[in-house]
């Protein structure tokens, strides 16, 4: 799979994710740190470039699913292929 493919079945997954669910996987896979960097980034960057309403609000959840699918590339993607060099 292909990184473009990989980003587009996460979309597509996570646009169907409950706000329960959503809250588990930033939970079990963001630092809190990382979500007040979001945050308060984003605040930072709309201020700066003169962005409001709804995408300054917005922001914050792009830079996380983002993030989101960075981690899941790096779990899946960037991984040696067992028994190469690198792996357990």
Do not use: C
Not at 53 to 81: I, K, W
């Amino acid at each position: 799979m292909t990184h473009a493919e990989l980003a587009w079945e996460f979309a597509e997954l996570f646009a169907g994710l409950s706000i329960e669910r959503v809250n588990e996987v930033l939970a079990k896979n963001v630092p809190l740190e990382t979500l007040e960097f979001f945050g308060s980034y984003a605040e930072s960057f709309a201020q700066a470039e003169r962005v409001d309403g709804p995408l300054a609000r917005r922001l914050p959840n792009l830079l996380l699913v983002g993030y989101l699918l960075r981690v899941l590339e790096e779990r899946l993607l960037d991984e040696p292929p067992a028994g190469e060099p690198g792996t357990n």
